[in-house]
């Protein structure tokens, strides 16, 4: 893991006790810095990780959070709100003079038309706009999410499978092992995307979820309509070319999960 940045302040990381957050912040304090946690509700101290409550979209306890940090995760993340939650944290952030702001975002935030993929695209040109050094992380869908969807879709008595829907899933882990080498790092703007090892459309997901439980379901497939499912379809949701790609696959994740 890179440690480039001669910082002796503490980190501060927004969702910090999330899928992600939960794996960047060890990785920070085994490293040796100090890390503060933005959460909404109040947490105890402990192992090196100092918490402080607040709530981003409604820009409450912002300021306190960042007040002597230099570098900024903003790890944090909802099914809206987040552009709210960004714009925030950047003047709070402008306010208390931040070093490095780091921001992971999703990989086809500029192309995929739907609300919460132009809500990332907007917090991306917040922290680029900020006047603040930045680097900016696209991932590809976890497969944290990904077990979840296709356990939703598994206990269906048919399965719906869109055409041309395609995922390319990447372990958390990887993805945390990653931001924690850029927030240690130079600021580097706009980086390699960070995808999973294979393309899997949502029918192999879910195939694969439910031959890992010992299960079967008839599929049928059906079409997306509209703008949405032709974007699918052309894969903005894919890595490009320079992407990076993690080390742990779908059916890895799945057996460690199950077993």
């Known amino acids: 893991m890179a440690q480039t940045n001669a910082s002796h302040g503490p980190l501060l990381v927004t ?6 957050g ?3 912040v060890p990785l920070l304090r085994a490293a040796g810095h100090p890390v503060r946690v933005l959460t909404r509700t109040a947490r105890e101290d402990a192992d090196g ?10 820009d409450r306890g912002v300021d306190a959070a960042v007040e002597g940090v230099e570098t900024v995760l903003h790890l944090a993340g909802g099914a809206k709100g987040d552009d709210v939650a960004t714009r925030n944290l950047v003047r709070a952030a402008k306010a208390a003079r931040v070093r490095h702001l780091v921001l ?3 990989i086809g935030a500029d192309t995929v038309p739907l609300g919460w993929f132009r809500a990332k695209l907007e917090a991306e040109r917040a922290v680029a706009g900020s006047g603040l050094p930045w680097t900016v992380l ?11 969807v296709a356990g939703k879709l598994a206990g269906l008595p048919v399965v719906p499978v869109p055409g041309g829907l395609r995922w390319q899933p990447v372990d958390s882990r990887d993805v945390a092992q990653r931001l924690a080498g850029l927030a240690l790092g130079e ?12 393309v899997l459309g949502l029918g192999d997901l879910t195939r694969a979820y439910l031959r890992a439980h010992g299960r079967r379901r008839p599929m049928l497939p059906v079409r997306m309509p509209g703008k949405v499912g032709r974007a699918y379809r052309a894969g903005v949701n894919l890595s490009r070319d320079g992407a990076l790609v993690g080390e742990r696959t779908w059916e890895a994740f799945l057996a460690e999960r199950v077993r």
Request: no cysteine.
């Open 15 to 20: 969702g910090g006790t999330g899928t992600l």
């Open 22 to 24: 939960s794996l960047v």
């Open 49 to 58: 990780v100092a918490y402080t409550s607040g709530d981003l979209v409604a």
């Open 104 to 106: 992971i975002s999703v």
């Open 138 to 148: 696209r991932a590809a869908q976890f497969h944290e999410l990904a077990f979840t």
């Open 187 to 198: 600021p580097a703007g706009l980086v390699p995307d960070l995808a999973g090892p294979d």
